[in-house]
């Protein structure tokens, strides 16, 4: 996995789809450990306004990395 990933690319928080609380959620997303774009917010940092909740859930499997 080559990190980090392009600037232009959202980051994955890798909270449960659905999940508005500001804390740590108990339960994390089952692909955090193998996502790219949730694991590239170790190496870049973070920046809020390119990170989302949930990327790889539901409909939106296609953003998983």
Same mark, same amino acid.
Request: aromatic content about 10%; some cysteine.
């Given at each position: 996995?080559?990190?980090p990933?392009?600037? #232009?690319?959202?980051?994955?928080?890798?909270?449960?789809?659905g999940?508005?609380r500001?804390a740590?959620?108990?339960?994390?997303?089952h692909?955090? #450990?193998?996502?790219?774009?949730?694991?590239?917010?170790?190496? #870049?940092?973070?920046c809020?306004?390119?990170?989302?909740?949930c990327?790889?859930s539901?409909?939106r499997?296609?953003?998983?990395?």
């Amino acid at each position: 996995m080559n990190l980090p990933l392009p600037t #232009d690319y959202d980051r994955c928080l890798a909270h449960p789809f659905g999940y508005t609380r500001r804390a740590a959620p108990l339960e994390w997303c089952h692909l955090r #450990d193998t996502c790219a774009r949730h694991q590239t917010i170790k190496v #870049d940092g973070f920046c809020p306004w390119i990170a989302k909740p949930c990327l790889c859930s539901d409909d939106r499997k296609l953003m998983y990395i």
